[in-house]
């Protein structure tokens, strides 16, 4: 199962859909323009059932195999919305959005589930049902979570789901995988610090936040060296600082911290959270001043069911001839993981070449690993759910 010749065919149209829609990116569930081009695409395809708005604006295709002695029911996702960020690329089919555009490849992903979804509509050689799933709000909105509240996997039977992400660095076309953890819970959490605010002249009177922030930043970098075992993972990071006073002779009555947490296992996760409450409140009346710690648990860690990977890294194999299967988990966060968590499956990685990487202003998917993505999402249905001799 090398790269399937219907896809090279195919790539003019494939690409043409995801320059479309790199062109019109839009943000969270606001993806109505695409969620509208693709269900018209389903439609144009004859997938046999397509529905609109699950999960608010997702968009899901049934596509029924030749025969369905199997009964098995097989999910393949991609997700479809932007980044808010300003375009540096110079495409010719950069964003007509200003400050957004698809930084993050998920033009991509939509257009190569299209291309599956097509061919597989053409096919049919494979026994089952196939859904394909389009799906808003990756970026922090929890999309993937709508759809499995909207009743994503009861309605159609689904009981494995398998997703796919592009990875700058990696040749276009290959493909890594991992069992286990395979990305990270993303966690955040504010820190409000308040003591006594007043004039610079006259520090004694006052109970210095700055000091007392800084005291916690530095602080908090104990939480994983200190806490969490050291052969395993989990990151602290203060990425803001904001004060309620702009002026050069004022201390401040308050002030916030905002930042994130991650981790690979559901202990840590949950000795990050205690650890950073623990160090923000203690050291801050150790100082005089008070803390009030929020945290908020954002997506779960993405977790590959081993035997699925299996089955992903075979059809992997399959198209690129080989797939690493030694990459290390990635920190950064992946709402595919709420599907995960409701029924068994694997989350690949297809490169993408030598380009900037996802998030960056200067980032575009590679038209080039289209046939390779596409061949896998096919392939994946094939493979699952073969048709007897």
Not at 35 to 64: H, P, Q, S
Not at 122 to 144: H, L, M, S
Not at 187 to 193: G, K, L, M, T
Not at 335 to 340: G, T
């Amino acid at each position: 199962m090398p790269v399937k010749n219907r896809f090279a065919e195919l790539l003019p149209e494939i690409a043409a859909w995801r320059r479309d829609f790199h062109e019109n990116p839009e943000l969270l569930y606001e993806v109505h323009r695409t969620a509208a081009r693709v269900a018209a695409l389903l439609r144009d395809f004859g997938c046999d059932e397509v529905v609109e708005g699950i999960g608010r604006t997702g968009v899901v295709g049934v596509i029924r195999g030749r025969t369905d002695r199997s009964g098995r029911v097989v999910g393949l996702r991609a997700d479809m919305d932007a980044l808010p960020i300003r375009e540096r690329t110079g495409r010719a089919y950069a964003s007509k959005n200003p400050g957004i555009m698809h930084a993050c490849g998920h033009d991509g992903h939509t257009a190569m589930l299209l291309g599956a979804a097509k061919y597989l509509s053409e096919t049919r050689n494979f026994d089952g049902t196939a859904v394909v799933i389009f799906q808003p709000a990756e970026e922090g909105g929890g999309g993937g979570l709508a759809m499995v509240q909207d009743g994503l996997v009861e309605r159609w039977g689904i009981q494995e789901f398998y997703g796919m992400h592009n990875m700058p660095g990696y040749p276009v076309g290959t493909f890594a995988i991992r069992e286990g953890a395979m990305m990270a819970a993303a966690d955040q959490f504010d820190i409000v610090v308040t003591g006594k605010g007043g004039h610079a002249a006259k520090p004694h009177e006052c109970i210095d936040t700055t000091l007392v922030a800084a005291q916690i930043i530095v602080a908090l970098q104990s939480v994983v060296s200190r806490n969490v075992d050291p052969l395993k993972s989990g990151v602290v990071s203060v990425c803001v600082v904001e004060t309620d006073s702009t002026a050069h002779n004022v201390i401040p009555q308050a002030v916030t911290l905002r930042g994130t947490a991650r981790s690979l296992d559901p202990e840590v996760r949950d000795q990050i959270e205690a650890a950073i409450a623990r160090v923000a409140e203690n050291t801050a009346a150790a100082l005089g001043a008070r803390a009030e710690v929020h945290y908020e648990r954002g997506y779960p860690v993405t977790m590959n069911d081993p035997q699925a990977t299996g089955f992903a890294a075979e059809v992997a194999r399959q198209v690129a001839g080989s797939v690493n299967m030694d990459m290390l988990p990635l920190m950064a966060g992946e709402d595919f993981s709420y599907m995960l968590n409701e029924r068994p499956g694997a989350y690949i990685f297809v490169g993408n070449g030598d380009t900037a990487m996802v998030h960056s202003p200067e980032y575009d998917f590679d038209d080039n690993a289209i046939p390779a993505g596409a061949s896998w999402y096919a392939g994946m249905v094939e493979a699952r759910m073969p048709v007897s001799a």
